[in-house]
């Protein structure tokens, strides 16, 4: 039972990962898009480097985002190895 519980758990982590990594992509598409924008925006004079920047930054923490996902998603995956002495 003990076993059971414990790889439904590692389960449970793997799918909310996948989902928070999906999630995290489409945002970084999102963000990247409103970059582009932006850009576009200030070219014709209706913006300026600080909107550029923001939107940089926010680009930029979805990125990191993403990686600290993946990070999770890769520990959690060796550990579920680990326990079933995959490793």
């Given at each position: 039972q003990v076993v059971k519980n414990k790889l439904q758990i590692y389960s449970n982590e793997n799918e909310n990962l996948k989902q928070q990594l999906s999630q995290q992509k489409e945002l970084i598409k999102n963000?990247?898009?409103?970059?582009?924008?932006?850009?576009?925006?200030?070219?014709?004079?209706?913006?300026?480097?600080?909107?550029?920047?923001?939107?940089?930054?926010?680009?930029?923490k979805a990125q990191e985002k993403l990686v600290e996902y993946m990070a999770k998603y890769e520990k959690n995956i060796s550990s579920f190895k680990a326990y079933m002495g995959l490793l």
């Open positions: 963000t990247r898009k409103l970059l582009e924008a932006e850009r576009m925006n200030y070219i014709s004079g209706e913006s300026s480097v600080f909107m550029i920047n923001t939107r940089e930054a926010n680009y930029l």
